[in-house]
């Protein structure tokens, strides 16, 4: 009697694992198909990783699937995936921004005026990359004591 009860308490516990776990990657797969990808060039990413989010005026459009370095250029390009109903116009600019003072980093999208937008796979041409922290404040207390 004791071996069925255990039997039962383990069944139970690995039903649900197996529910969690569909859960789990229906919902990481879904609306992969509602998704366009675009990417940009940058000469920095500090604090950017696989997976940050890609922002226009502080609300998540997508975020960023793909980092990778150009032999060439030694610039970093990142791939974003964006929701397809936000449409982004050919002179929108990317910026590489703070949360606040100890937040994350994530990209922010300013859209342009353009009435031609961007299309799945093409590149954003206006970026501008991460900006550190601790060297603009090192840089503003050694300028302030050599005054």
């Known amino acids: 009697?004791?071996?069925?009860?255990?039997?039962?308490?383990g069944f139970v516990v690995l039903m649900v694992a197996g529910a969690f776990f569909y859960?789990?990657?229906?919902?990481?797969?879904?609306?992969i198909s509602?998704?366009?990808?675009?990417?940009?060039?940058?000469?920095?990413?500090d604090g950017i990783s696989i997976g940050s989010d890609v922002k226009i005026g502080g609300v998540k459009v997508g975020s960023?699937?793909?980092?990778?370095?150009s032999p060439e250029t030694y610039c970093v390009q990142v791939e974003?995936?964006?929701?397809e109903s936000v449409r982004i116009p050919c002179d929108t600019s990317a910026a590489i921004?703070?949360?606040?003072?100890?937040?994350?980093?994530?990209?922010?999208?300013?859209?342009?005026?353009?009435?031609?937008?961007?299309?799945t796979g093409?590149?954003?041409?206006?970026?501008?990359?991460?900006?550190?922290?601790?060297?603009?404040?090192?840089k503003m207390m050694f300028s302030a004591e050599t005054k």
């Open 1 to 9: 009697m004791d071996r069925s009860l255990e039997t039962f308490v």
């Open 23 to 31: 859960f789990a990657y229906s919902y990481s797969a879904k609306d």
């Open 34 to 45: 509602s998704r366009y990808v675009l990417s940009a060039s940058f000469d920095k990413i």
């Open 64 to 69: 960023v699937s793909k980092i990778a370095l």
């Open 80 to 83: 974003m995936h964006l929701d």
């Open 97 to 119: 921004t703070s949360e606040g003072l100890l937040g994350g980093k994530f990209i922010s999208l300013t859209p342009g005026g353009d009435n031609v937008m961007l299309k």
């Open 122 to 138: 093409e590149s954003l041409a206006h970026t501008q990359g991460s900006i550190n922290l601790e060297t603009l404040i090192g």
